[in-house]
Nanobody, 121 residues
């Protein structure tokens, strides 16, 4: 199971940090992705971190978001800075079944319940 947390309300330009606590084992062998979904829009890839800590980012968040992992705590983090109103969405973390942090949500099986991020202008 995956548990996303850390969402909330923040002003544009601000920062927020999300956490994804995972009970999948062995956690260090799995790649984890962050996705987001805004009302009326499709689920969008945000960032992913592979089992070897390689990272990949969606174009809309490059340079603003940073993904990291702490295998000792079975947790993946998403540090979000310079937030924009268009970043408003429910953010989900998920486990990759392909072994890599791909951008395709179909490559992920276990999904967390989501945490809402609202960025006010």
């Amino acid at each position: 199971q995956l548990q996303a947390s850390g969402g909330g309300l923040v002003q544009a330009g601000g920062s927020l940090s999300l956490s994804c606590a995972a009970s999948v084992h062995p956690f260090s062998r799995y790649s984890i992705g962050w996705f987001r979904q805004a009302p009326g829009k499709e689920r969008e890839f945000v960032a992913g971190i592979s089992w070897n800590s390689g990272t990949t980012y969606g174009d809309s968040v490059k340079g603003r978001f940073t993904i990291s992992r702490d295998n000792a705590k079975n947790t993946v983090y998403l540090q979000m800075t310079k937030l924009k109103p268009e970043d408003t969405a429910v953010y989900y973390c998920a486990r990759s079944i392909s072994g890599w942090a791909t951008i395709d949500p179909a490559e992920y099986d276990y999904w967390g319940q989501g945490t809402l991020v609202t960025v006010s202008s």
